[in-house]
Every structure is written in C-alpha cells, then in structure tokens.
T-cell receptor
C-alpha cells in the first residue's frame, strides 16, 4: 500500500521557533491525520483534515492540505520543549485503514 | 493515557513461549486495531475488528492470533515468535465507519522482546 512520507526525517530547532513538517502521499485520500508520539509511547491524535479542506487550525498547530500536489504540512508555532516528539502523518486509505509514514523526529532545544 | 489501556507494558519471552497481550478501551468505540511498530519502519496495521468481527488481516503470520470477545477488549495471542517480532505493539480504537477512517485513539503499547 502507498505510504505517506514525512520530510524532514529529523528537525532540531530552538525553543520559540516555528517547526514545519511535510508529508507527501501517492493515492487519493478521504482524510489525512497527524499524530504525535513521545519516545516509546502510544500515538496521540493531533488533527484531522478532510480531502475537501485546505487548512485547519488547532491551538499552535496549523495543517494545510494540497490534494493536487498530494501533500500536507504541519506547522507548530512558538515551539516548546514539550513538543519534542516524533510526528506522523497518516492517510486514510479507505475501509478504516490508516497508512502511516516513517515520521519526523522533532527536537526542541532550550 | 487516552482511555485505551494495554497490559503488560513490557514483555520478554522466549521463542517457545506462549503469551497474550491485552487491550481495553473505555471510550465506547466499536472498532479496535493492532499495530506493530519496529525500529526504523513505519507503523504497520495488523488487524482490524468492527463490532467484534475481524474485518482486516494484513497478511500477518499465524503465530499472531487476535481475539475480540467484545467491543471493549482485544487480545493478541503470541506463540513461537521469532526475534524479528520484537517491537512495540500498539492497540487503538475508534468509531466504526462504513467508509473512511476516523480518529484513532492509541494505548501506550507493549514493548515486546523475543529472545
């Protein structure tokens, strides 16, 4: 099955800066979701954007979706040390199948 | 963490052992999932259950045997595993929908080491 691919694989920034992560995919989707995972723990859902939406906000998170380019971006503004985690995009392949990318490892330096 | 619990959190087993992983969700959902997360690989969907019925088996070897006695509980029975089965096993739940995938809520995972 096709998988989302996050870019970059790793990102290190200073606290207070903005972090941008990108996700590309190859098939048509119903929706795209972003999840966060702290080291060795379960995934936490951040935001879901449907295929007919272009942008969505949740607190310090901003997600965009460009279905023509089959890409999405996650922007975290005013980053904090607690944002250090791995971030995954997941594409809805239909029939309740979420296909995850390999993730972006984000490190926020104090 | 999010209404989905998993036990045990850590498990070490030999290749001849039989063990079971347990997942319980307190969210009133009717779909449950098993995922495998290995180092440096994307999260892999293993099984999907809707209203206690298995609706997806993603070509998982028979040494992994799922069981869903009701919509709140999901088990993964393990027997004669291989060292390459060592991974973090994650359970998730969601509302069941006919088409599309809704938000999934994950448990903290079971870290499995097969010796």
């Amino acid at each position: 099955s096709q998988q989302g691919e996050e870019d970059p694989q790793a990102l290190s920034i200073q606290e207070g800066e903005n972090a941008t992560m990108n996700c590309s995919y190859k098939t048509s989707i119903n929706n795209l979701q972003w999840y966060r995972q702290n080291s060795g723990r379960g995934l936490v859902h951040l935001i879901l954007i449907r295929s007919n939406e272009r942008e969505k906000h949740s607190g310090r998170l901003r997600v965009t979706l460009d279905t023509s380019k089959k890409s999405s971006s996650l922007l975290i503004t005013a980053s904090r040390a607690a944002d250090t985690a791995s971030y995954f995009c997941a594409t809805d392949q239909g029939a309740q199948k979420l296909v995850f990318g390999q993730g972006t490892r984000l490190t926020i330096n104090p | 963490e999010t209404g989905v619990t998993q036990t045990p959190r850590h498990l070490v087993m030999g290749m001849t052992n039989k063990k079971s992983l347990k997942c319980e969700q307190h969210l009133g959902h009717n779909a449950m999932y098993w995922y495998k997360q290995s180092a440096k690989k994307p999260l892999e969907l293993m099984f999907v259950y809707n209203f206690k019925e298995q609706t997806e088996n993603n070509s998982v070897p028979s040494r992994f045997s799922p069981e869903c006695p009701n919509s709140s509980h999901l088990f993964l029975h393990l027997h004669t595993l291989q060292p390459e089965d060592s991974a973090l096993y994650l359970c998730a739940s969601s509302q069941a929908v006919v088409a599309g995938a809704e938000t999934q809520y994950f448990g903290p995972g079971t870290r499995l080491l097969v010796l």
